[in-house]
């Protein structure tokens, strides 16, 4: 009998801007306001420090992501270029350093000369990018893509927190916020769990161990060195 294997490795790149993004703008967001409350400041106060940190925090997320995905795409531009250049100069070596790498997989050495000059006839550089290099097309660098994923998910994921805080009365704003940002943070590792085929029960919780943490120690920093307004 046939099957279907869906394997989601394709979606690392993005799923990972994407799923840090929302994360932190939960947990920043959450927790800066809760902070900020915890110092008994006033509502209209924890509402314009939630909106700042959310601006701040998206613009910082989309230049963090596309410096640091950059640096990775420049360090992979940087390889294929000297595998290029070795490869009009040395096919030879570099068919030879091909056919090693697949006998240490366990492929028989005839068999690997073999495979190695068939992959460097169709594609000479792709075949080393992947073989020697590791790079793969489902897994090479895009800085774009990552920016605006995290960004944008950063975003939503601090206007969420941020809504709650702008609703509900000032007294019950901490304890509201954290509920809120909890089942927020849960659901948002058990969704990422799922998308990249994980136990979604280990992400939820995972997910939201951290985030209650990072809520909890901001608030306890909050009302040690706050003050009343």
Known sequence: ????????????????????????????????????????TTHNSIILAGVAGLVAGAMSMAAGEYVSVSSQADTESADLAIEKKSLEEDIE???????????????????????AEQLMEHDALGAHARDEIGISETGNARPIQAALSSAGTFTIGAALPLVVAWV??????????????????????????????????????????????????????????GVVA
């Open 168 to 225: 509900v009365p000032l007294h019950l704003l901490i304890i509201l916020v954290a509920i809120f940002s909890l089942i927020l943070l849960a659901l948002l590792g058990a969704l990422a769990a799922r998308a990249g085929g994980a136990p979604m029960m280990i992400g939820a919780i995972r997910v939201a161990f951290w985030g209650s943490l990072a809520m909890a120690i901001t608030a306890g920093v909050g009302s040690v060195f």
């Open 1 to 40: 009998m046939s099957h279907i294997e869906i394997h989601r490795s394709h979606r690392v790149g993005w799923l990972r801007a994407a799923v840090l993004g929302a994360n932190d703008g939960i947990v920043s967001t959450a927790s800066l306001i809760i902070g900020v409350a915890a110092a008994s």
């Open 93 to 115: 070596f570099e068919k030879k350093e091909l056919t090693e790498i697949y006998e240490g997989r366990g492929v028989e050495p005839l068999l690997a000369r073999q495979v």
